[in-house]
């Protein structure tokens, strides 16, 4: 079967190889085994359910949220010579009854239709008598209430599977699904643990860096000036200050776009066109800007303000270097940044237990900003890679300040946590370490604990931070929620039975501090 399948790789895409997972996905999806494939972004997905489509009977329906793309990959479909449509809200009820009329009639093999399709019941009656082999769904961790960019409408997928007869093959495909989310979809669509394809996450050739206690604006402007004429994103969290780098960098001479939902579509289309024809070299955006845009030589993606979790992060920083050569993903951290992310946590129309989820998310992205460990590498692991390597070219794989030696003031803050068992948070914890003389200490009578005031004279902020070190190396886990309370993890233990030792890198003052006043 597959050596056709190779044929049609080649006669119709022109490549002579499959990439890493397509042909373990598209041998599942021919054998009738419904599969779930997690691939990073420009992995080459599309063929995994693009080239069953051509050997399989009837058609294949790919739902898919990206609505502004559908046209793009319908056209690219027909210069490949793979009969093709799509029906969304973008076409005319009379238009779309043509389509349909088409589809019932078999002229097509591939038709992309967007999510909320399936709420209309007109429509869903319509499809019922049209043969579907296959269904494919795009951005599939959207079925999950757990992953980063739920939508209700995903839900309805579940009942049309249902519906169908006789029941196609199903292939869910996704580049972003933390352990819980890839559990979610493989429920809710019924797919088995063994039909489970995930490729390496790792994209080799793009250099992580978090760069903190900086000004951000002159960084920006050293690092452009350093890469003249190279192409590359800069995200910022508001429209508001995508208007005022745009503003900032333009009159520097850098040619600049900018792209957030403030602006007309008209001036966004164009923005954006020009920044794929090279007319200007930088875009400032807001995360409207990015989704499905395929340029290949974006050389950096630099965050000025920090996303609301690592799937965005990686979505979005996984923009830069798509066409295989060295890139840069900059983050700009200032722990500070975390509150506009919580603010819009707080003021979405979440529920509660979202909301905890949510903001567990955003806690693993600021510890993101936090780690001295290997960035990639935490990248890997959060979603859900076992053991990966250190990439040894990232900002801290290539760190080379000194490490110093921080076991006795990480065991003074282990300690202080689990004599007040466990059940405070930071700010707390931080005070009673400097001892403070808020009542609130007093109430809980912590003023008699033998770690109070053991870091006394150090600037609270300064404890907190070291707090966030030992959260971010994985010595304290905090709960979720919006007051997350701080719990040892088992590697606390070790340190406090003195069977690990602590390092950081020199440039925290904290072991100084603590050592004037002991
Ligand atoms: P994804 O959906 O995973 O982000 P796409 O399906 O858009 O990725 O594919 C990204 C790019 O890789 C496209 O230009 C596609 O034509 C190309 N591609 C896919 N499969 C192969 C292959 N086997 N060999 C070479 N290029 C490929």
Redesign the pocket.
């Known amino acids: 079967m597959l050596t056709k399948g190779k044929k049609l790789?080649q006669t119709h895409?022109g490549?002579?190889?499959?990439?890493a997972g397509?042909e373990d996905i598209i041998q599942k999806v021919l054998s009738g085994n419904d599969t779930l494939a997690i691939?990073?972004?420009?992995?080459?997905?599309?063929?995994?359910y693009q080239i069953p489509a051509m050997m399989l009977p009837g058609v294949t329906f790919v739902i898919s949220p990206l609505i502004s793309l559908m046209k793009d990959q319908v056209d690219?479909l027909d210069k490949a010579g793979i009969p093709s449509t799509y029906i969304n809200s973008a076409i005319s009820n009379e238009e779309m009854n043509q389509r349909l009329a088409d589809i019932y009639n078999g002229e097509y093999k591939l038709v992309y239709i967007a999510p909320e399709r399936l709420e209309v019941t007109s429509f869903r009656r319509m499809m019922d008598g049209i043969h579907i082999s296959c269904l494919a769904i795009?951005e599939a961790h959207c079925i999950s209430q757990w992953g980063h960019d739920f939508r209700p409408s995903y839900l309805q997928i579940k009942n049309l599977i249902q519906d169908i007869q006789p029941k196609p093959v199903v292939l869910a495909?996704t580049?972003t699904a933390t352990p819980q989310v890839q559990q979610d979809v493989c429920e809710l669509l019924r797919v088995e643990q063994e039909n489970v394809v995930m490729t390496g996450f790792e994209r080799e050739n793009l250099h992580f860096q978090v760069v903190k206690g900086q000004d951000r604006d002159r960084f920006l402007l050293e690092y452009i000036e350093k890469n003249q004429g190279q192409s590359g994103i800069i995200y910022a969290a508001t429209r508001k200050e995508v208007d005022r780098l745009y503003q900032l960098l333009n009159k520097r001479g850098i040619a600049t776009g900018r792209y957030h939902a403030g602006l007309s579509e008209q001036n966004r289309n164009e923005q954006q066109e020009s920044f794929l024809y090279d007319d200007v070299t930088v875009m400032v955006a807001t995360n409207a800007f990015g989704m499905g845009i395929?340029k290949?030589n974006v050389r950096f993606v630099i965050h000025y303000h920090i996303p609301r979790n690592m799937e965005s992060y990686y979505q979005e920083a996984g923009r830069a270097g798509?066409d295989g050569e060295e890139s840069d993903c900059i983050l700009l951290f200032s722990p500070q940044d975390t509150h506009i992310q919580s603010f819009l946590i707080e003021q979405s129309d979440m529920d509660e237990l979202r909301k905890e989820n949510e903001y567990g998310k955003l806690r693993k992205m600021v510890a993101y900003g936090h780690t001295e460990s290997c960035l990639q590498q935490y990248i890997l692991h959060y979603f859900g890679e076992e053991n990966p390597p250190e990439c040894g070219k990232c900002g801290n794989c290539i760190d080379e300040r000194e490490q110093i030696d921080v076991t006795k003031e990480a065991q003074m803050v282990l300690s202080c946590i689990r004599r007040m068992k466990e059940r405070f948070g930071k700010t707390m914890v931080a005070q009673v370490l400097t001892g403070s003389a808020n009542q609130k200490v007093k109430n809980f009578g912590f003023q008699k604990l033998s770690t109070y005031g053991i870091m006394k004279g150090k600037p609270q902020k300064e404890v907190n931070e070291f707090i966030d070190f030992l959260t971010a190396e994985g010595y304290l886990k905090p709960t979720d929620g919006t007051y997350p309370i701080l719990m040892l993890t088992e590697r606390a233990g070790e340190v406090l039975r003195g069977n690990e030792l602590v390092y950081q890198k020199e440039k925290v003052q904290i072991s100084k501090i603590v050592e004037d006043n002991a």
């Open positions: 790789l895409f490549y002579n190889q499959f990439r397509q691939m990073p972004t420009g992995a080459g997905k599309s063929i995994c690219a795009d495909l580049a395929n290949s798509r």
